[in-house]
């Protein structure tokens, strides 16, 4: 029996007897009924079909749950949960970390965060003492930040604002400096992106100084780049002057 060139279906030859129609039909028949079926196996409202791996038949994607949306795995399409919209961020370190009795606190356990936001209030040292941040504990030259810094003087100068910059990079990111008066505070947050993954982290940052009736202290507004490929795991906060004596440090993480 001859057979058609896509779907190999069966049908008369040339020279077939016409008594042999009605088989003929009814196999033609079943054969297209089979293959019309394969094309088309859907069962259920809002089934999807794809091109299987097998000749002249598809296979059925049952339809999504609300908020999904199609997606490829595998190499085939799937339903899956949507991506949120936004950073969700939550508190690592609960409560806050008190400064104290140390020039160096550090917060460990950060795990997988794209994001990390930094954020101290009311910190407080020695007199003009600088207070910065390090990530990892590393204290090589990898700190680019760029910038105005804001300097209190007992008189207006020009040099009162002045950009801030340092290439090739320092030691840390400094945050402020503490004005001549022991009862100086500063407050601040600085945020980081790419913090989970190999290669140059992006930061901004931004503070103020209570002078606490001294001068000399200065504030930040910077953003700039931290030369870093590790995973950060661990913040420090750092004094350059004396053990801090107040203030806190909180951390925040978002994958």
């Known amino acids: 029996m001859a057979t058609t060139t896509n779907y190999g279906w069966t049908t008369p030859d040339d020279t077939a007897l016409v008594k042999d129609g009605a088989s003929a039909i009814r196999s033609l028949g079943t054969s297209v009924d089979t293959t019309t079926k394969n094309l088309n196996p859907s069962t259920t409202l809002g089934d999807i079909e794809y091109r299987s791996s097998t000749a002249n038949t598809n296979t059925r994607l049952g339809i999504g749950t609300t ?5 490829v795995s595998g190499g085939v399409p799937a339903w899956a949960t949507a991506a949120g919209g936004g950073a969700n961020w939550s508190l690592l370190n609960a409560g806050g970390t008190t400064l104290t009795a140390a020039t160096t606190i550090t917060v460990s356990g950060i795990s997988s965060a794209d994001k990390i936001l930094i954020a101290w209030d009311g910190a407080s040292a020695n007199a003009s003492s600088e207070i910065g941040l390090r990530f990892n504990t590393i204290s090589t030259s990898s700190y680019i930040p760029q910038g105005m810094a ?6 207006w100068s020009a040099t009162n604002f002045a950009s801030r910059g340092s290439y090739p990079g320092t030691d840390q990111i400094r945050v ?6 022991a009862s100086s505070t500063t407050s601040g947050y600085c945020l980081i992106s790419g913090a989970n993954a190999a290669g140059v982290k992006a930061f901004n940052l931004a503070s103020g100084t209570s002078a606490a009736g001294g001068n ?9 780049v931290i030369d870093i490929s590790a995973t950060f795991t661990s913040v420090s906060i750092i004094s350059s002057s004396g053990n801090f004596d107040s203030g806190k440090i909180y951390v925040y993480t978002s994958a």
């Open 176 to 181: 402020s400096e503490l004005s001549n008066n």
């Open 67 to 71: 908020g999904q949306v199609l997606t």
């Open 150 to 155: 804001l300097t209190g003087a007992s008189s």
């Open 216 to 224: 000399g202290h200065i504030s930040y507004a910077v953003g700039g």
